[in-house]
């Protein structure tokens, strides 16, 4: 049997580069989507291509139920869990903290950090030895706005970001005992729609002079530090937040 990858937020960006690489490297993937089934469908096809087993399944990772039901999927089909990569989130229109209603509050905080921590929990419940697994890692998909704190756009995004930095860190040392490893990826300006669904289309261009690399990054940049962290290649790294934002 080979290895198994879930990606929630497969069907765009950075978790559609993700699943097709991990497919190259010899993972059977599994993607969660809420909306665009198409896309989604896509991901699986080229995944397919590179000769992985793969399926798309819908779930909302902002409801515990579709959580659930996402992991309990993955298991029926595959029979095995070795990564996770806890990817979905989302992002509203651009904003100063004094414009932010409580609704969206909600809203981001309900998807961005209850739905990671629900999708890391049930991770856990599948892949730690101290629940009969056999190991295995996750790899968290934060972002430089937790440091950067994302004045007059997303401080709400920021803070959701931020709160997975330290649940990355705490969950590493909860679980270092039990085979699994949990790291995080810090993207900057990467070149993905999710700029475009933010209300600024062209948002790498505008703030690439202020990467010191003077350039957006990429997608598929971004991919391989995420297979390399559920690679055994990173089998002493946990706990660790890894920047792939050009210096900024």
Same mark, same amino acid.
């Given at each position: 049997?080979?290895?198994?990858?879930?990606?929630? &937020?497969?069907? %765009?960006?950075?978790?559609?580069?993700?699943?097709?690489?991990?497919?190259?490297?010899?993972?059977?993937?599994?993607?969660?989507?809420?909306?665009?089934?198409?896309?989604?469908?896509?991901?699986? !096809?080229?995944?397919?291509?590179?000769?992985?087993?793969?399926?798309?399944?819908?779930?909302?990772?902002?409801?515990?139920?579709?959580?659930?039901?996402?992991?309990? !999927?993955?298991?029926?089909?595959?029979?095995?869990?070795?990564?996770?990569?806890?990817?979905?989130?989302?992002?509203?229109?651009?904003?100063?903290?004094?414009?932010?209603?409580?609704?969206?509050?909600?809203?981001?905080?309900?998807?961005?950090?209850?739905?990671?921590?629900?999708?890391?929990?049930?991770?856990?419940?599948?892949?730690?030895?101290?629940? &009969?697994?056999?190991?295995?890692?996750?790899?968290?998909?934060?972002?430089?706005?937790?440091?950067?704190?994302? $004045?007059?756009?997303?401080?709400?995004?920021?803070?959701?970001?931020?709160?997975?930095?330290?649940?990355?860190?705490?969950?590493?040392? !909860?679980?270092?005992?039990?085979?699994?490893?949990?790291?995080?990826?810090? $993207?900057?300006?990467?070149?993905?729609?999710?700029?475009?669904?933010?209300?600024?289309?062209?948002?790498?261009?505008?703030?690439?002079?202020?990467? $010191?690399?003077?350039?957006?990054?990429?997608?598929?940049?971004?991919?391989?530090?995420?297979?390399?962290?559920?690679?055994?290649?990173?089998?002493?790294?946990?706990?660790?937040?890894?920047?792939?934002? &050009?210096? %900024?």
């Amino acid at each position: 049997m080979g290895r198994v990858m879930l990606i929630t &937020g497969g069907s %765009r960006g950075i978790g559609a580069a993700t699943a097709v690489l991990a497919a190259g490297r010899g993972y059977d993937v599994v993607v969660s989507f809420v909306r665009d089934a198409d896309a989604a469908a896509e991901v699986v !096809e080229r995944c397919a291509a590179a000769g992985a087993d793969a399926e798309a399944v819908r779930a909302d990772v902002g409801e515990e139920a579709d959580v659930v039901a996402l992991f309990d !999927e993955t298991i029926d089909r595959f029979g095995r869990l070795d990564a996770v990569v806890n990817n979905a989130g989302i992002l509203h229109t651009a904003a100063r903290l004094d414009e932010i209603g409580v609704e969206r509050l909600d809203e981001v905080c309900r998807v961005n950090i209850v739905g990671a921590f629900v999708t890391a929990r049930e991770a856990v419940r599948r892949m730690s030895t101290r629940h &009969g697994g056999r190991g295995g890692a996750i790899v968290n998909v934060s972002s430089a706005a937790s440091y950067l704190g994302s $004045p007059n756009e997303f401080i709400d995004y920021a803070a959701t970001k931020g709160a997975l930095d330290t649940m990355t860190i705490g969950l590493a040392k !909860e679980v270092a005992t039990e085979g699994i490893r949990v790291n995080a990826v810090r $993207p900057g300006l990467i070149h993905t729609d999710i700029h475009a669904s933010s209300g600024i289309v062209d948002r790498v261009e505008r703030l690439a002079p202020n990467v $010191p690399m003077q350039r957006g990054g990429e997608a598929d940049g971004v991919a391989e530090t995420i297979l390399w962290l559920a690679s055994d290649a990173a089998s002493y790294v946990t706990g660790t937040l890894v920047n792939v934002s &050009g210096g %900024r």
